[in-house]
């Protein structure tokens, strides 16, 4: 598992994220940085955050004195409006990766101080304003006591198949990931995904629309709407159901490992951030082995760090797919959005609200 993680991190994701490393920065005004005792970061919420919470953001503030504030993770048009009028109200995000490479390119980060890093450490290398902390994966949920074996949809084949799994479906509200899955489901290779077809994937997704009952924005819906049965199944992240079979996860729900969407998760310091010497402070900590290890070993992620995959549990395993490098598996790129997320995301919203 070691050996075939880290060669995916080094090889794929270094693909995804080849776009942030040919950006251009774009300067412009902003509010210099203020010595503070603070700083504001941006959270997905949910499990994830209770997680992050406590094995990053509390401990972090218990050694630097430190205070963090958490803020819902914003969309892209709220960072680009902050961007240019200057009036930045937090300092670290947490992107998409089709996120962190459109902001890479069109100069919304600060450039990061990559000396306080361990460089060695990291099977995927930052580039001058993005680090990846880990890998993350998406794929179909359900409700095991409602749909055994054979009777739910394992691949995005069949999440698309309304005739041979019907049920009401909870996919993501954003073209990044929609779009791919959608090419996937009608039969486009991993390898042959990008640049994407637009036509083809609109056209798929025009005939899983009438089984979508929610397109979710907050990725925790895409736990919440299938444990209270409002769908049957849901594009999730294996972090989410994993949590679900933990104590004071309500039902439990079940996850399949047999086709993937791999996402390198980043963090980014926004450029202008009132906090910017502290956010920096906070994401050296965040890479540290023994932290990110922490935060990896209660989700369902995959350290961006040599050191923290020796320290992962057993249990944490079992929540990683047994073949990350399976061909059926996708890592999402960052290159291809950081130049088409804006009017591809465009394209989207219309067609959804067709």
Known sequence: MKKSVSTISRRSLLIGTAGVLAAPMVLRGSRAAAKS????????????QEILVKTVVNPFTEETGIKVDILPRPEMAKVKAQQLTGHVDFDVHLPTPAEAAYGS???FWEKLDLSMLDLKDMP??????????????????WDPKKFGPGKHPANFADFFDLKKFPGRRAFLN??????????????????????????????????????????????????????????DFSYTYANRVRATNEPGGGIPLAFSFEQNLLYADPLTILKGAPNKENAMKYIAYYMRPEVVARLCDLT????????????????????????????????????YWADNLEAVSRRFKEWALR
């Open 105 to 107: 390119k069109e100069g």
């Open 37 to 48: 005792n603070s700083l504001t970061i941006a959270s997905s919420g949910g499990t994830y």
């Open 174 to 231: 954003r073209a990044e990931t929609t779009l791919e899955v959608a090419l996937l489901a009608d039969g486009v290779s991993p390898k042959d995904i990008y640049p994407l077809d637009l036509d083809r994937a609109f056209k798929a997704l025009d005939r899983i629309k009438p089984g979508v009952a929610t397109w979710v924005t907050p990725t925790p819906q895409t736990i919440s709407l299938v444990q209270t049965g409002e769908v």
């Open 300 to 335: 369902a992620f995959v350290p961006n760090s040599k050191k923290a995959m020796s320290m992962l549990s057993a249990e944490a395993r079992k929540w990683l797919p047994k073949d990350i490098d399976s061909p059926n598996n996708l890592v999402l790129s960052g290159a």
């Open 124 to 141: 995927v290398p930052p580039t001058s304003d993005v680090v990846v902390t880990d890998t993350y994966v998406g794929g179909i949920g």
